[in-house]
């Protein structure tokens, strides 16, 4: 069904009359299940048609029912669209419906659940969730009203894990305190470029761009600093190189020496006669063992033969 099907524009003067151009999308939004009251919904559209559709240009019925259409969103849509074709034929008679299918639901106890259950959105600036934090706390009953401790864990669990531990770690006493500390923190962040809303310019902290540039480490620091560690890490490259050349050298002399067994007659003669040379010596039952055993390579102290090891192939190619 398309957006405008439940309204009827037929009786309106001139209709279609032009929308404004400028703020559409700075509309308020309703969701229908988020923590925005019905009350405070009317309340921010009545602000964004005063400051961006003042003009006799946009003095309108037409114009007013589609720009209201156009704030809702989510729940809210679903159940305006799903109303028959020409139910409406005035923004009034909108709002009638509005109210009467929101406006008690968020009273008393759904009050105290929204609160309780508020999260800062992504795309929201600190200034524009205390807005929306604040008009719910308006708008809960006075025998609904948690204590202002509650409220402030409702408003420090709000944020995402990192600015929620810095509100809480600074202990304040008021949920007011840690509004004015959250714009802070987001200011701070902002001006080291962490902002995680980009460009915003909506509310009170909005981005400015910095005059001049910012106060930067010289170039020519820089460089040297640059030189200094690339300087430390062919040092330590060097060393170690130098270290592995020694050891391939030592294993390489060790190697070319001829292995001369002790001579131990005591044990000798345990297997060897006298006048036996050493072709006719009996069989070692070892000896099948250690020609069977895999590589060993000393260098890198692996089960592979040296020859092939990657430490010995890239110290004999440079």
Not at 263 to 277: A, E, L, P, T
Request: glycine share 4%.
């Amino acid at each position: 069904m398309s957006l405008y099907a439940p309204c009827n524009f037929s009786n309106i003067p001139g209709y279609p009359n032009d929308i404004p151009s400028v703020g559409i999308d700075k509309l308020p939004s309703f969701q229908g299940d988020n923590a925005i009251t019905a009350n405070s919904h009317l309340r921010d559209f009545n602000i964004w048609m005063a400051k961006y559709a003042r003009s006799t240009d946009f003095d309108h019925e037409d114009v007013r029912m589609t720009l209201f259409i156009l704030t809702l969103g989510g729940d809210a849509y679903d159940w305006f669209t799903e109303k028959p074709p020409n139910s409406f034929d005035s923004l009034q008679s909108i709002i009638n419906a509005f109210k009467e299918k929101y406006g008690d639901k968020r009273e008393g106890r759904h009050l105290v659940k929204a609160i309780s259950l508020i999260k800062k959105r992504e795309d929201e600036t600190v200034e524009e969730f205390n807005k929306r934090f604040n008009g719910i706390i308006r708008e809960l009953p006075q025998d609904y009203k948690p204590t202002d401790k509650t409220l402030q864990d409702f408003y420090i669990d709000a944020f995402s894990p990192e600015p929620s531990y810095e509100l809480r770690r600074a202990k304040l006493n008021d949920y007011r305190d840690c509004q004015a500390l959250a714009i802070e923190l987001e200011k701070d962040k902002a001006a080291s470029g962490k902002s995680e809303i980009s460009g915003f310019d909506r509310a009170a902290t909005k981005l400015k761009e910095p005059k001049g540039k910012a106060v930067q480490e010289p170039e020519s620091e820089l460089v040297l600093k640059l030189l200094q560690k690339i300087e430390t890490m062919e040092i330590n490259h060097n060393k170690e190189i130098n270290t592995l050349q020694n050891r391939l050298i030592q294993m390489e002399r060790a190697q070319s020496q001829n292995f001369q067994p002790r001579n131990n007659n005591n044990r000798n003669n345990n297997w060897q006669r006298k006048g036996q040379s050493s072709e006719q010596r009996p069989p070692n039952p070892l000896t099948n063992l250690v020609d069977n055993a895999p590589p060993y390579c000393r260098v890198c102290d692996a089960l592979h033969d040296e020859s092939s090891c990657p430490i010995v192939r890239r110290i004999l190619d440079n």
